[in-house]
Each structure stands twice: as structure tokens, then as C-alpha cells.
């Protein structure tokens, strides 16, 4: 293609992105393209967004109000100028190519106008229509005129017009009576509208299995057995009991709660054949969450294998086990059955033992699979991709987010069964796809946003305004807020006090900003949950009526009240008493405060030239950016050198080779071997490092990429013998000569695994097994394999390729960790004895090979690596994620990204999905020309410094600096408002912005003379 040619077809090309899907993967995917310079067209078929994460209760591993985290998402994507929302919307028709779609839209009629709607919800009471809810899974009901939930975005009603009486039978109309907004509109019409975009990103969600197809559970027929799902809305402080916990026959405190796993899910004959790869951690964050709701409660979890194979997932399982005392029982469940006295429900099962059990629960909750979205099949066909045998979108391993079609990529459950983090990051991996697609659009579809100017409250009195949020019953249920609120009132400069039910909702937030119009408010006070996650919302909020968003002060009595006080409300009551009059004594002092602009330098240093570093460095280039790639090492591959296919049977080095010779000829990638991080400084968007090479280069996001590396095992005789080998060294053996008939292979799982000083799974080393497993049965038959396994992590789709290993006749024997293998090696073979679970007696195999099954750790070097950044890592030295559900590529400092084995042991389509989504969230750092620094920073006195350099030895970021004229000043833009210098000033010259001395000390005082 000549060059004016290519520019054309980029002139042809749509700077806009259609993302279907409106659950927590759509909305990363959409933040991240609007964030960018792209607009965004986001499509969801319910009337809010949300999607099943929006009805969760609490997330593991940090326990989380799920609504909580993603609530601030919710109303930052209803926020965004870059992304357009329609709900309620589905897509009939697709045509074009990547660069150029033209897609249709269908969005049936809402009966009710947005502009009009103020979420009030006087109309709901009205309608004398009740269904079953379906955000709460029927259990509860909801009317014909509705919201999905409390906290639904956007949060104008819908009416349902195959319940609607006026729609159906021509009577009623009360929700119009009702509406003084007069936004009911019954002649409201189905509408049909093309969208053209440049690119697509499916992430329709998922759909979960029906348990009234396994009869032998009773759902549906037994009142106290409900899924998963439901027993999360149970659980919910927003769902139908209130956060409190009660069985649906006789609304009774169940005590005894049962899971039994895998339900619809590793069953191929009345079920699904894969594995849903979420359900073994959410039944132990239930019982975790159920025995903190009422410490007499005892769970019980029946499973078959558990599948933790996250980062930090089996110490998880461990707190399960010892700090919430369930108990996890390997069995079969065969049969529930019903007390019809007492309702109560009698599990039967068969244990280790083989014997058969009865015990007695108060609830069963049946943990539910994933499966496709139930239009998955209709979606392949309307946007012209192909898919699987199960209907999950047709994808490589090798290319996890991209589809058979050019520009439309997939990410979430629609491309598999997989956890939110994961979700996360084949979002952000397919809009690095799209935004290296469009690079050239970037900013040709969007509208600058103009703020109102910031109101100037010099001279006038505080007026402080304070929202005491209820947060469904998370507060409200252990904290008084009305007396709060009554406190509150009575503290000089308050002008305003009030509770709101759900302050971070779009309702609550119009409430704010009326109030502070109204009141003419120029301080504002929100008592509710975590800053951590809901300042930003909120000083959003307050800057759209005009005030600078530093006039905010949020006083956390959830975590540090309700939560930790939930057994005591009247302490809890007078401790959010306490905070909030603190807060209060601190707003009264704030003042506004300016951010500093900086500009950004739009190239990427990508450290660690592993897969994970090549495709982030590519995905990077094709976006537009100059990128930087340092490996430590003589040539490029990290860990993939060595492997030669993957469980699939792709050509690893095939395709290893073709991204290094990529890289290799790519002009805006700069190659740097056998190199390594000598010095770094600077900021986000500005920093400066300086190369073992000597080498200067200047940089605006850094990727930290740096790989890990294989235990080198020393148990079961691997230093004695040739005969016993590692998985990768019988990968080299395969390709080398075929198995001789009669030959004997056996594994042995979790080598340096699962147990201290690594207690983690390696993720690989199951796969790992099972891929060699199966070449050694198809290539000869008559060969033993044997596979000593503690739990086999075949998550996801791989159950497959677990079933075909046991077609081919591959033995798989159980062992605990009380009980390991022991070998033995004699001359040319080895004995292998490890007592049998099914027999119930010691067994013994003469094996030709013993072949270890070794798992990743950690780069030695990365806590030397983490202090040189001040980064951090976890308590296994991999490097921490700012949050390990919605921000798991971000560390928590600015600028820096983070993807592939550095971040934990994973597989290779995983560690290229991150590389993938770490390049996109540096994307879209990159495209900006200006970045505004942080308005929370030291300020420096100069005129009182005594210029001790106590400021200039302490300040772990370089910010005070010795000027020419010998005296210390201080460079702003690398601060970062850690406090170190205004705590060790003898003459107090640094204070810091929101933190001053006098703020911290009105605190203090506020306390005092309430005792």
C-alpha cells in the first residue's frame, strides 16, 4: 500500500468505539478509550449499568461492598463526555470493516423521558403491579414502573410494558399522576438508529446455569435451597432482607449453611463441561461473610477439587478454614431432601471414606456456573465472529481479545469463564486493541468540557453543608445517622445536615449539588464509606456547581466505624459522632487549593523483555508512542525461550520468534540488552532514567514487565537421579523421541508450591502436567501416566483437555500435603509409593520417569526493584496491584503499570492479556498533552526555612533541592504530599495542602471538647 494510500484509509477510519456490554468489563473497557481521546458508544440491555457486579455483596480478597467499588465506576462512565450511554439498547445489525462499522441500534421504548426523570421514585408506590425482581433474583418483587436497584445508573425509571396495565389493558396510568416532572410518556416509541464507529468491543456478560435441571438439589421445590447468586442479594445490605440474613421458608437465621459446588458446571451429561473458575472462591468469601454476619454460623463447603489458582487465593482458603472455621469436605452430594416438620434440609453424600452420610442444614446454597450469554450465539451471527462448540467467542490463545473478524475484540465471560480481575484486564487489553486500531482518531469525535468557574469564597463565612449517608444498612444498620446528622447541625459553620440513603448514587450526588446552589454552601462534609475510592466522586460532584474541589471533606464512619463496631451500635453511634464533628472542625478551616499542569512526554519505557514487555511494547508502538524496552538478558523471550507449545498446541516458538522480529523492526521500539536500571527520577508523565549503559531516556509511563523464574527443585530425589526430571525437561524429551510402549511417567503436582515458603498455586503447573500428559497417550498408548495431584487447576475451558487426559487413560491419584509421595530411585527406574484414597491402602509404581511439576517465583531482584521505584510487593515479593479487582494492572503510584509474571504466576494467554491491558491504561496516559498534578502537596516557606536540609535528606522523592543560591527550595511536581518534610521541618516551612497544622489540630480539639 503506497503511503498516500494508507493515509486515506486512516482519513476513512471512525474515531469512536462501540463497547457492548455495560457490566464492570465494558465500563473498564469504555473508561479506558474515553480516557484516550476516543469517543465511546456503550450499550447495555438493562436499564442501568452495572451488570452482575452490581449485585454482589462484598469482594474478595479485601472484602469490599461490591456496590460500593463499583458504583464510583458506574457514575464515572454516566459522567464521561467521551462516552454516550444507551440502555436498553441491543445491536440488529453490523456492516463494514474494522476502521469503518455502521451499526445498527434497537432501543424498544422507555415510556419515560430521561431529561425529565429526577429519579425520584414517587411514581414506583403508585403502580399496583408487583413482579419478581430480577436484579434480586426473584426474591423479592418490584413494580412495572421501576429502577434496577437503588443505585441503578442512570437512575430514571423504565416502564415494563409486559406488565404495564395501561400498555396491556388500557387502564391505570397512576405512575403519570404521581410524576410532577411529568415524565411519564406513554407514546414514547421504539426507536432504530445506525451508529458508525472504528471499532467494536464485545462484553455482553454472562448468563448463569438453571440448578431445577439437577432435581436431585431440589431448587425451585425445596424452599432453603437458592444459588449463589441469591444467597449474595441475602446477603446485601441493599437486597431484600436488609444485609440480614434470612432463609426464604420461615424468614428464620439460618445457622448451619451448606454449599455443594459445582452446579452446572464440570459435568457434560445434564450440565457444562467447563469450569466456571469463580465458584471455589466465592462460596469462601460467602462463609466468610455469613460467619461475620453472625459468628454462630458454621459452613460447610462440599467441593471435588479447589480451584484457587489466583494470586493469594489459597491463603484465602486458609483464612476460610482456620479464621472462619469452615469446613471443607471432599465429597459427593447425590440427594437434598426436606424435613417437612422443620423445613430444614438433609444433605446426603459420600465422604473420602466411601461411607454414605446424612447431616442436617438450615440453608443450601448451590454454587452456580457460568455460561455463555444467552444471546451469545445470535451475537457470533450479528456481528459476523465465529464461535466455539459452547458459544463462548472464537478466540486464539495466543490473541485472547481478538475475534475472527478485524476490529472487533472480546473480552470477560463472553471469551470465557473467568473472575473480575481477569474481566478487568481483557477490557483494558481490547481497547489497547482499538486505540492501536484508531491512534490516528484519537480526539477527532469529542467535545472539550467546560466547567463552570470556580466560585471565589474569599471573605465569606463557612457555610458547611453535611450529607450523612445511610449506605443501604452498611451504616445505618449499626450507626444512628439521623443523630449524626442532629449532631452535626449544632457545630458552628454548619448551615445544613442531612442523611441520604446512598450519597454516591446519581440521586444522592443531585442532591448535594442542589443543596449547595440552594444553601449557597461553600464547604461540604460527607459522612459515608472509604475516601480511598469516593473523594474523587465527590469533589467531582461539588466542582460541576462551581466550587473548588478541595472545599470537600469525607469522614469515613463505615471502615472505621460501622464495620469494626457493628456488635456495639451505641459506641458506633457516638464514634461517627466523633468523625464527623472532626471532619467538620477541618472543613471550616479548608481553603481552596490549585493544581499545576505538566506536560507528558509520550514515550513508554517498558522494563523486562519477556512476551509480557514484547507485546506491551508493540501494542504501545501501534498506538502511536515511543517505546523503550530494557531486558536484563543477551536477547529477547524471558521464560517462553523454553516452551515449546502451550495446553492448546500452539507453536509457542513460532510466535515467540514472530514478536521479536516485530519488535525488531518496528522504528518506534527501542531495543536495550543486556541492560539494566541504573538510576530514575521524576514524575508521571515526566520521568528521566538513566540505563547501566549510560544511556539517558525520557519517559512518561513505565511498565514494569520483569518476568519471574522456575523453582529449581531439590524433593523427591531431582539432584540424585537423570530419572527424575521437571515438566519442562520432559517437554525437550517429547520433542525429541517418541514414548516407548511400556514405558512409565509419573507426576507429581504442587512441587515448591502451595506451601511454605511459596504458598501459592503456580497456575502453569497443572497445565503443564496435562499437556504433556496427553502427548505421551496419543503419541503411544500402551505407556503409563499416573499424575499425583492435590487439587487439579484445570479452570475454565481447560476442563477439556482434564476429561481428555482421563479418555486417553491418564491415571490421576489423589495426595494431601500430610501425605506426599515418596520415590525412590533403583538403578534404572524409580518406586513411587503414596497411600490411595479409593483403595484405602498404600500404593506403589516402578516408574522410568518421575517428572516434577515446579512452579514460578518471583524475580529475586524485584524488592531491590520495588524500592528503586517505591513500589511494592506482596509478602511472596510480587509486585502489588493498586486494587486486585478494578485496578490490576495500576500500581498504586502514578504512572507506573505493571503485567506478566512480575505481577503473579500465570499462563501464557494471561500474561498476554495484561501486557495487552497494561499498554492500554499507559495508552491512555500517553494521550494526553497536559496532566494536572496533585493539588495535595507541600507547600514550602521559603521565608522561614532555615534551609537545615532535614527536608532534603528525608524526602524519599527528590521534591526539596538545593537552589543556586545555596538555600533549599522545592519542586512541587515531584511531590507527593507524603508528609515526610512538613514532619521533620523544625521551623514548620512545609505544610502540606489539605493537611495543615492547624486543620489536623481543629481535629484534635473537636474531640477534646466533646470529653
Same mark, same amino acid.
Given at each position: 500500500?503506497?503511503?498516500?494510500a494508507?493515509?486515506e484509509k486512516?482519513r476513512q477510519k471512525v474515531g469512536s468505539?462501540?463497547?457492548v456490554?455495560s457490566?464492570?468489563g465494558?465500563?473498564?473497557?469504555?473508561?479506558?478509550?474515553?480516557?484516550?481521546?476516543?469517543l465511546?458508544?456503550?450499550?447495555?440491555?438493562?436499564?442501568?449499568?452495572?451488570?452482575?457486579?452490581a449485585?454482589?455483596?462484598?469482594t474478595?480478597p479485601t472484602?469490599d461492598?461490591a456496590?460500593?467499588?463499583?458504583s464510583?465506576r458506574?457514575?464515572?462512565?454516566?459522567?464521561h463526555p467521551n462516552?454516550?450511554m444507551?440502555t436498553l439498547?441491543s445491536?440488529?445489525a453490523?456492516a463494514g470493516e474494522?476502521?469503518?462499522?455502521?451499526?445498527?441500534?434497537?432501543?424498544?421504548?422507555?415510556y419515560?423521558?430521561p431529561?425529565r426523570?429526577t429519579g425520584?421514585?414517587?411514581?414506583?408506590?403508585?403502580?399496583?403491579?408487583k413482579?419478581p425482581?430480577e436484579?434480586?433474583l426473584?426474591?423479592d418483587?418490584?413494580?412495572?414502573?421501576?429502577?434496577l436497584?437503588?443505585?441503578?445508573?442512570?437512575?430514571?425509571?423504565?416502564?415494563?410494558k409486559?406488565?404495564?396495565?395501561?400498555?396491556?389493558?388500557?387502564v391505570c396510568?397512576k405512575c403519570e399522576?404521581a410524576?410532577d416532572a411529568?415524565?411519564?410518556?406513554?407514546?414514547d416509541?421504539?426507536?432504530v438508529?445506525d451508529?458508525?464507529?472504528?471499532s467494536?468491543i464485545l462484553?455482553?456478560?454472562?448468563?448463569?446455569y438453571?440448578p431445577?435441571?439437577r432435581q436431585e438439589?431440589?431448587y425451585?421445590r425445596?424452599?432453603?435451597v437458592?444459588?449463589?447468586?441469591?444467597?449474595?442479594?441475602?446477603?446485601?445490605?441493599?437486597?431484600?432482607c436488609?444485609g440480614?440474613?434470612?432463609?426464604p421458608?420461615d424468614?428464620a437465621h439460618p445457622?448451619?449453611?451448606?454449599?455443594i459446588?459445582c452446579v452446572?458446571s464440570?459435568n457434560?451429561h445434564?450440565?457444562?463441561?467447563?469450569?466456571?473458575s469463580?465458584?471455589?472462591?466465592?462460596a469462601a468469601?460467602?462463609a466468610i461473610?455469613a460467619?461475620?454476619?453472625d459468628?454462630?454460623?458454621?459452613a460447610?463447603?462440599?467441593?471435588?477439587e479447589?480451584?484457587?489458582f489466583?494470586k493469594?487465593?489459597?491463603?484465602y482458603?486458609?483464612?476460610?478454614?482456620n479464621?472462619?472455621?469452615?469446613i471443607y469436605?471432599?465429597?459427593?452430594?447425590s440427594?437434598i431432601?426436606?424435613d417437612?416438620?422443620?423445613?430444614n434440609?438433609?444433605?446426603h453424600?459420600?465422604?473420602?471414606?466411601g461411607?454414605?452420610?446424612?447431616?442436617e442444614?438450615?440453608?443450601?446454597?448451590l454454587s452456580?456456573g457460568?455460561?455463555?450469554?444467552?444471546?451469545a450465539?445470535?451475537?457470533?451471527e450479528?456481528?459476523?465472529i465465529?464461535?466455539?462448540d459452547?458459544?463462548f467467542?472464537?478466540t486464539?490463545?495466543?490473541q485472547?481479545?481478538?475475534t475472527?473478524?478485524?476490529?472487533?475484540y472480546v473480552?470477560?465471560i463472553?471469551?470465557g469463564?473467568?473472575?473480575?480481575p481477569?474481566?478487568?484486564i481483557?477490557?483494558?487489553g481490547?481497547? !489497547? +486493541?482499538?486505540m492501536?486500531?484508531?491512534?490516528?482518531r484519537?480526539g477527532?469525535e %469529542?467535545e &472539550? =468540557?467546560v @466547567?463552570?468557574?470556580e466560585r471565589?469564597?474569599?471573605g465569606?463565612?463557612?457555610?458547611?453543608?453535611v450529607f450523612?449517608?445511610?449506605?443501604?444498612?452498611?451504616?445505618?444498620?449499626?450507626?444512628d445517622?439521623?443523630q449524626v446528622?442532629?449532631a452535626?447541625a449544632?457545630?458552628?459553620g454548619?448551615?445544613?445536615?442531612?442523611?441520604?440513603?446512598?450519597?454516591?448514587a446519581?440521586?444522592?450526588?443531585?442532591?448535594?449539588?442542589?443543596?449547595?446552589?440552594?444553601?449557597?454552601l461553600?464547604?461540604v462534609?460527607?459522612a !459515608? +464509606?472509604t475516601p480511598r475510592?469516593?473523594?474523587?466522586?465527590?469533589?467531582?460532584? %461539588?466542582? &460541576? =456547581?462551581g @466550587?473548588?474541589?478541595?472545599?470537600?471533606?469525607?469522614?469515613?464512619i463505615?471502615e472505621q466505624c460501622?464495620?469494626?463496631?457493628?456488635?456495639?451500635?451505641?459506641?458506633?453511634?457516638?464514634?461517627a459522632?466523633?468523625?464527623?464533628?472532626?471532619n467538620i472542625?477541618?472543613?471550616?478551616l479548608?481553603e481552596p487549593v490549585?493544581?499545576n499542569?505538566?506536560?507528558?512526554?509520550?514515550t513508554a519505557?517498558?522494563?523486562?523483555g519477556?512476551i509480557?514487555?514484547?507485546?506491551?511494547s508493540?501494542?504501545?508502538?501501534?498506538q502511536?508512542y515511543q517505546?523503550?524496552?530494557v531486558?536484563r538478558?543477551?536477547e529477547l523471550?524471558?521464560l517462553?525461550r523454553?516452551v515449546?507449545?502451550n495446553?492448546e498446541?500452539d507453536?509457542?516458538q513460532?510466535?515467540l520468534?514472530?514478536a521479536?522480529?516485530?519488535v525488531g523492526e518496528h522504528?518506534?521500539i527501542?531495543?536495550?540488552?543486556g541492560t539494566?536500571?541504573d538510576?530514575?527520577?521524576?514524575f508521571?508523565?515526566?520521568?528521566?532514567?538513566t540505563l547501566s549503559s549510560?544511556?539517558?531516556?525520557e519517559?512518561?509511563?513505565v511498565?514494569v514487565t520483569?518476568g519471574?523464574?522456575?523453582y529449581?527443585p531439590?524433593?523427591?530425589?531431582?539432584?540424585?537421579?537423570?530419572?527424575?526430571?521437571?515438566?519442562r525437561?520432559?517437554?525437550d524429551?517429547?520433542?525429541e523421541?517418541?514414548p516407548a510402549?511400556?514405558e512409565?511417567?509419573?507426576m507429581?503436582?504442587c512441587?515448591?508450591s502451595r506451601?511454605?515458603?511459596a504458598?501459592y498455586?503456580?497456575?502453569i503447573?497443572?497445565q503443564?502436567?496435562?499437556?504433556n500428559?496427553i502427548?505421551?497417550?496419543?503419541?503411544?498408548?500402551q505407556?503409563?501416566?499416573a499424575v499425583?495431584y492435590?487439587?487439579?487447576?484445570?479452570y475454565?475451558?481447560?476442563e477439556d483437555y482434564?476429561r481428555?487426559a482421563?479418555?486417553l487413560g491418564?491415571?490421576f491419584f489423589l495426595?494431601?500435603p500430610d501425605?506426599?509421595p515418596t520415590?525412590?530411585t533403583?538403578?534404572?527406574?524409580?518406586?513411587?509409593?503414596?497411600?490411595?484414597?479409593?483403595?484405602?491402602?498404600?500404593?506403589?509404581?516402578?516408574?522410568d520417569?518421575?517428572?516434577?511439576?515446579?512452579?514460578?517465583r518471583?524475580?529475586p531482584?524485584a524488592?531491590e526493584?520495588?524500592?528503586?521505584?517505591k513500589?511494592?510487593?506482596?509478602?511472596?515479593?510480587?509486585?502489588?496491584e493498586?486494587?486486585?479487582?478494578?485496578r490490576p494492572?495500576?500500581f498504586?503510584?502514578?504512572?507506573?503499570?505493571?503485567?506478566g509474571l512480575?505481577?503473579a504466576p500465570?499462563n501464557?494467554?494471561?500474561?498476554?492479556g495484561?501486557s495487552?491491558?497494561?499498554?492500554g491504561?499507559?495508552?491512555?496516559?500517553?494521550s494526553k498533552?497536559?496532566l494536572?498534578v496533585s493539588?495535595?502537596?507541600s507547600k514550602?516557606?521559603?521565608?522561614i526555612?532555615?534551609?537545615?536540609?532535614?527536608?532534603?535528606?528525608a524526602?524519599?522523592?527528590g521534591?526539596?533541592f538545593?537552589d543556586?543560591?545555596?538555600r533549599?527550595?522545592?519542586?512541587e511536581?515531584k511531590?507527593?504530599?507524603?508528609g515526610i518534610c512538613?514532619?521533620?521541618?523544625?521551623a514548620k516551612?512545609?505544610?502540606?495542602?489539605?493537611?495543615?497544622?492547624d486543620?489536623?489540630?481543629?481535629?484534635?480539639?473537636?474531640?477534646t471538647?466533646?470529653?
Amino acid at each position: 500500500m503506497t503511503l498516500n494510500a494508507l493515509g486515506e484509509k486512516n482519513r476513512q477510519k471512525v474515531g469512536s468505539v462501540l463497547v457492548v456490554g455495560s457490566g464492570v468489563g465494558g465500563m473498564q473497557a469504555a473508561l479506558d478509550l474515553a480516557d484516550s481521546g476516543l469517543l465511546v458508544h456503550m450499550i447495555g440491555d438493562e436499564s442501568s449499568i452495572g451488570g452482575t457486579m452490581a449485585r454482589l455483596d462484598k469482594t474478595f480478597p479485601t472484602g469490599d461492598c461490591a456496590m460500593c467499588m463499583i458504583s464510583p465506576r458506574m457514575v464515572e462512565s454516566s459522567r464521561h463526555p467521551n462516552i454516550k450511554m444507551h440502555t436498553l439498547a441491543s445491536v440488529k445489525a453490523v456492516a463494514g470493516e474494522e476502521g469503518n462499522f455502521t451499526v445498527t441500534v434497537e432501543q424498544p421504548a422507555r415510556y419515560v423521558d430521561p431529561d425529565r426523570c429526577t429519579g425520584c421514585g414517587a411514581c414506583e408506590p403508585t403502580c399496583p403491579v408487583k413482579i419478581p425482581s430480577e436484579f434480586n433474583l426473584g426474591l423479592d418483587k418490584r413494580k412495572a414502573i421501576y429502577a434496577l436497584f437503588p443505585q441503578a445508573v442512570p437512575n430514571t425509571r423504565a416502564i415494563d410494558k409486559r406488565y404495564c396495565l395501561y400498555l396491556t389493558k388500557n387502564v391505570c396510568r397512576k405512575c403519570e399522576k404521581a410524576c410532577d416532572a411529568q415524565a411519564i410518556n406513554f407514546a414514547d416509541q421504539d426507536r432504530v438508529y445506525d451508529l458508525s464507529v472504528g471499532s467494536i468491543i464485545l462484553t455482553p456478560g454472562l448468563k448463569t446455569y438453571d440448578p431445577a435441571i439437577r432435581q436431585e438439589f431440589g431448587y425451585g421445590r425445596l424452599a432453603n435451597v437458592v444459588t449463589s447468586l441469591q444467597f449474595e442479594r441475602l446477603l446485601s445490605a441493599s437486597g431484600p432482607c436488609g444485609g440480614t440474613v434470612a432463609r426464604p421458608s420461615d424468614q428464620a437465621h439460618p445457622k448451619r449453611l451448606a454449599w455443594i459446588q459445582c452446579v452446572g458446571s464440570r459435568n457434560s451429561h445434564n450440565a457444562n463441561p467447563w469450569c466456571s473458575s469463580v465458584c471455589c472462591m466465592y462460596a469462601a468469601k460467602q462463609a466468610i461473610i455469613a460467619k461475620e454476619h453472625d459468628p454462630e454460623v458454621q459452613a460447610t463447603v462440599f467441593y471435588m477439587e479447589l480451584r484457587a489458582f489466583g494470586k493469594d487465593f489459597d491463603k484465602y482458603i486458609d483464612k476460610a478454614k482456620n479464621e472462619s472455621g469452615t469446613i471443607y469436605r471432599r465429597a459427593m452430594v447425590s440427594e437434598i431432601i426436606e424435613d417437612p416438620a422443620t423445613k430444614n434440609l438433609i444433605i446426603h453424600y459420600i465422604d473420602e471414606d466411601g461411607r454414605r452420610i446424612n447431616e442436617e442444614f438450615d440453608l443450601a446454597i448451590l454454587s452456580i456456573g457460568f455460561e455463555p450469554h444467552e444471546q451469545a450465539r445470535a451475537f457470533a451471527e450479528t456481528f459476523g465472529i465465529e464461535a466455539d462448540d459452547y458459544g463462548f467467542a472464537g478466540t486464539s490463545k495466543l490473541q485472547p481479545v481478538e475475534t475472527s473478524r478485524p476490529g472487533i475484540y472480546v473480552a470477560g465471560i463472553y471469551q470465557g469463564p473467568k473472575d473480575i480481575p481477569e474481566t478487568v484486564i481483557q477490557a483494558s487489553g481490547a481497547a !489497547s +486493541c482499538a486505540m492501536s486500531l484508531l491512534g490516528e482518531r484519537r480526539g477527532t469525535e %469529542i467535545e &472539550e =468540557v467546560v @466547567l463552570p468557574p470556580e466560585r471565589d469564597i474569599g471573605g465569606e463565612e463557612p457555610r458547611v453543608g453535611v450529607f450523612v449517608c445511610h449506605c443501604g444498612v452498611n451504616i445505618a444498620g449499626t450507626v444512628d445517622v439521623k443523630q449524626v446528622a442532629e449532631a452535626a447541625a449544632g457545630q458552628p459553620g454548619v448551615v445544613h445536615a442531612e442523611t441520604v440513603i446512598y450519597a454516591c448514587a446519581p440521586d444522592g450526588q443531585e442532591k448535594v449539588k442542589e443543596t449547595i446552589k440552594e444553601k449557597g454552601l461553600n464547604r461540604v462534609i460527607i459522612a !459515608s +464509606c472509604t475516601p480511598r475510592t469516593h473523594s474523587p466522586l465527590f469533589q467531582d460532584t %461539588i466542582r &460541576e =456547581v462551581g @466550587l473548588n474541589k478541595f472545599l470537600f471533606e469525607l469522614a469515613d464512619i463505615r471502615e472505621q466505624c460501622s464495620w469494626v463496631h457493628k456488635d456495639d451500635k451505641e459506641i458506633a453511634t457516638h464514634k461517627a459522632i466523633e468523625i464527623t464533628n472532626m471532619n467538620i472542625a477541618k472543613g471550616r478551616l479548608l481553603e481552596p487549593v490549585s493544581q499545576n499542569s505538566v506536560g507528558v512526554t509520550h514515550t513508554a519505557l517498558v522494563i523486562g523483555g519477556g512476551i509480557a514487555g514484547i507485546n506491551a511494547s508493540l501494542s504501545l508502538a501501534a498506538q502511536g508512542y515511543q517505546v523503550h524496552l530494557v531486558e536484563r538478558e543477551a536477547e529477547l523471550g524471558g521464560l517462553l525461550r523454553r516452551v515449546r507449545r502451550n495446553l492448546e498446541g500452539d507453536d509457542v516458538q513460532a510466535y515467540l520468534a514472530g514478536a521479536i522480529a516485530q519488535v525488531g523492526e518496528h522504528p518506534a521500539i527501542t531495543v536495550h540488552l543486556g541492560t539494566t536500571i541504573d538510576v530514575t527520577d521524576g514524575f508521571v508523565g515526566n520521568f528521566k532514567t538513566t540505563l547501566s549503559s549510560g544511556t539517558v531516556i525520557e519517559h512518561g509511563a513505565v511498565l514494569v514487565t520483569t518476568g519471574g523464574v522456575e523453582y529449581q527443585p531439590v524433593e523427591y530425589g531431582y539432584n540424585d537421579s537423570d530419572k527424575v526430571i521437571t515438566q519442562r525437561q520432559l517437554e525437550d524429551q517429547l520433542a525429541e523421541r517418541d514414548p516407548a510402549a511400556g514405558e512409565c511417567y509419573v507426576m507429581i503436582q504442587c512441587v515448591g508450591s502451595r506451601e511454605e515458603p511459596a504458598n501459592y498455586c503456580s497456575r502453569i503447573c497443572c497445565q503443564d502436567a496435562l499437556k504433556n500428559s496427553i502427548a505421551i497417550k496419543q503419541r503411544q498408548p500402551q505407556a503409563t501416566v499416573a499424575v499425583l495431584y492435590r487439587d487439579m487447576r484445570a479452570y475454565g475451558l481447560k476442563e477439556d483437555y482434564y476429561r481428555q487426559a482421563r479418555d486417553l487413560g491418564v491415571l490421576f491419584f489423589l495426595y494431601t500435603p500430610d501425605h506426599k509421595p515418596t520415590v525412590q530411585t533403583e538403578g534404572e527406574r524409580c518406586r513411587v509409593s503414596f497411600p490411595d484414597k479409593v483403595l484405602g491402602k498404600e500404593m506403589t509404581i516402578d516408574a522410568d520417569y518421575v517428572v516434577l511439576s515446579t512452579g514460578l517465583r518471583p524475580q529475586p531482584d524485584a524488592p531491590e526493584m520495588a524500592k528503586k521505584y517505591k513500589l511494592t510487593c506482596n509478602i511472596d515479593d510480587f509486585f502489588m496491584e493498586a486494587h486486585v479487582k478494578l485496578r490490576p494492572v495500576d500500581f498504586p503510584s502514578e504512572g507506573f503499570f505493571l503485567a506478566g509474571l512480575a505481577h503473579a504466576p500465570k499462563n501464557l494467554e494471561e500474561t498476554i492479556g495484561q501486557s495487552l491491558a497494561a499498554a492500554g491504561r499507559a495508552g491512555a496516559l500517553l494521550s494526553k498533552e497536559q496532566l494536572k498534578v496533585s493539588g495535595i502537596i507541600s507547600k514550602h516557606n521559603r521565608d522561614i526555612c532555615m534551609s537545615c536540609l532535614a527536608c532534603f535528606r528525608a524526602c524519599p522523592f527528590g521534591s526539596p533541592f538545593i537552589d543556586e543560591d545555596g538555600r533549599v527550595s522545592h519542586n512541587e511536581v515531584k511531590c507527593t504530599g507524603c508528609g515526610i518534610c512538613a514532619g521533620i521541618c523544625p521551623a514548620k516551612a512545609f505544610q502540606v495542602n489539605f493537611f495543615r497544622d492547624d486543620q489536623i489540630i481543629a481535629m484534635i480539639d473537636s474531640v477534646t471538647e466533646l470529653h
